[in-house]
């Protein structure tokens, strides 16, 4: 009897310690999750997300070649000066602004102005801002000596299109300058036609009419944009500007030739002609044209 009891307090005494000893390995267990909240796969991970998104910023920057300014020897350079002198009207004194070439005669201020002695003039180009310069440095675009802030932009937009030719002419610079419009020497012959249409387009439709029928002229046969007045065939595109503007549909079509009419132009060297008030201008003008001007 006492040897059966010993035996049943040896078996529970066995239940006990396996029922105990699997409770401690459990919780140890738990213990250990617990106290490594952070395994290596999570900082691998996040290793590999920040190593991705590095190299995804620098695949973005693209790596700029040295830009190469043009030569400028030949090249005319306007600036913007403010002038004061004596109105003849008034005889007051006013100031206004100009555009000149660099190194410009005293006469072509007077003359520009409208002005009479005694002159002061002063340069008034802006200067680029410094966040164009640091961007300029950035993409590799070395700093002209006395570059403005157009020049600049000018320069930027080059380089970030990798276009590096089709400089603009002397000539439409200084067809610019004699109606009051600054354009930089490092812009293209398109940009600088753009620039002033644009201009003309909110303040004079003559003019307007007049340096639209000499670009459909220079585009039709792949003439260089000049000054339209030295070209030979002025007086047919003062006529032609002049009957333009004697027609009310055709201001309207010109004054709403947006942008996008513009830069189809351009690149196609023919209106589009899915708006029909455009065809119908662009028709009349390259008709006389051809009855005008000689091929």
């Given at each position: 009897m006492i040897i059966l009891l010993i035996l049943i307090l040896a078996f529970i005494g066995i239940i006990v310690y396996n029922s105990s000893k699997n409770h401690?390995?459990?919780?140890?267990?738990?213990?250990?999750?617990t106290l490594n909240p952070k395994p290596t796969v999570k900082k691998s991970t996040s290793d590999s997300i920040t190593v991705?998104?590095?190299?995804?910023?620098?695949?973005?920057?693209?790596?700029?070649?040295?830009?190469?300014l043009p030569n400028m020897s030949n090249r005319v350079i306007m600036h913007k000066y403010?002038?004061?002198?004596?109105?003849?009207?008034t005889k007051r004194m006013k100031t206004c602004i100009v555009i000149a070439k660099e190194g410009a005669p005293e006469h072509e201020f007077a003359l520009k102005s409208e002005l009479k002695e005694p002159f002061t003039i002063t340069l008034e180009d802006t200067l680029p801002s410094e966040a164009q310069l640091k961007f300029a440095k950035n993409i590799n675009i070395p700093i002209p000596s006395g570059a403005t802030n157009t020049d600049i932009s000018c320069l930027l937009s080059r380089q970030l299109d990798?276009?590096?030719?089709?400089y603009i002419s002397n000539g439409l610079l200084e067809y610019a300058a004699e109606h009051s419009i600054y354009l930089s020497s490092y812009d293209s012959s398109l940009g600088g036609?753009?620039?002033?249409?644009?201009?003309?387009?909110?303040?004079?439709?003559?003019?307007l009419f007049i340096f639209f029928s000499y670009l459909i002229h220079c585009l039709n046969y792949n003439i260089q944009i000049e000054n339209l007045n030295d070209s030979e065939y002025k007086d047919i595109f003062y006529s032609l500007g002049t009957?333009?503007?004697?027609?009310?549909?055709?201001?309207?079509?010109i004054n709403s030739f947006s942008d996008d009419n513009f830069n189809h132009l351009l690149k196609k060297k023919h209106i589009d002609g899915r708006n029909k008030r455009n065809l119908q201008l662009s028709n009349f003008i390259n008709n006389y044209l051809k009855q005008n001007i000689p091929r």
């Amino acid at each position: 009897m006492i040897i059966l009891l010993i035996l049943i307090l040896a078996f529970i005494g066995i239940i006990v310690y396996n029922s105990s000893k699997n409770h401690y390995s459990k919780s140890n267990h738990v213990d250990t999750i617990t106290l490594n909240p952070k395994p290596t796969v999570k900082k691998s991970t996040s290793d590999s997300i920040t190593v991705s998104v590095s190299s995804s910023i620098k695949q973005t920057e693209p790596d700029y070649p040295p830009f190469i300014l043009p030569n400028m020897s030949n090249r005319v350079i306007m600036h913007k000066y403010k002038v004061k002198g004596l109105n003849p009207r008034t005889k007051r004194m006013k100031t206004c602004i100009v555009i000149a070439k660099e190194g410009a005669p005293e006469h072509e201020f007077a003359l520009k102005s409208e002005l009479k002695e005694p002159f002061t003039i002063t340069l008034e180009d802006t200067l680029p801002s410094e966040a164009q310069l640091k961007f300029a440095k950035n993409i590799n675009i070395p700093i002209p000596s006395g570059a403005t802030n157009t020049d600049i932009s000018c320069l930027l937009s080059r380089q970030l299109d990798q276009f590096y030719d089709d400089y603009i002419s002397n000539g439409l610079l200084e067809y610019a300058a004699e109606h009051s419009i600054y354009l930089s020497s490092y812009d293209s012959s398109l940009g600088g036609a753009r620039r002033i249409f644009n201009v003309f387009q909110e303040h004079n439709s003559l003019d307007l009419f007049i340096f639209f029928s000499y670009l459909i002229h220079c585009l039709n046969y792949n003439i260089q944009i000049e000054n339209l007045n030295d070209s030979e065939y002025k007086d047919i595109f003062y006529s032609l500007g002049t009957l333009c503007n004697q027609n009310t549909e055709f201001i309207k079509t010109i004054n709403s030739f947006s942008d996008d009419n513009f830069n189809h132009l351009l690149k196609k060297k023919h209106i589009d002609g899915r708006n029909k008030r455009n065809l119908q201008l662009s028709n009349f003008i390259n008709n006389y044209l051809k009855q005008n001007i000689p091929r």
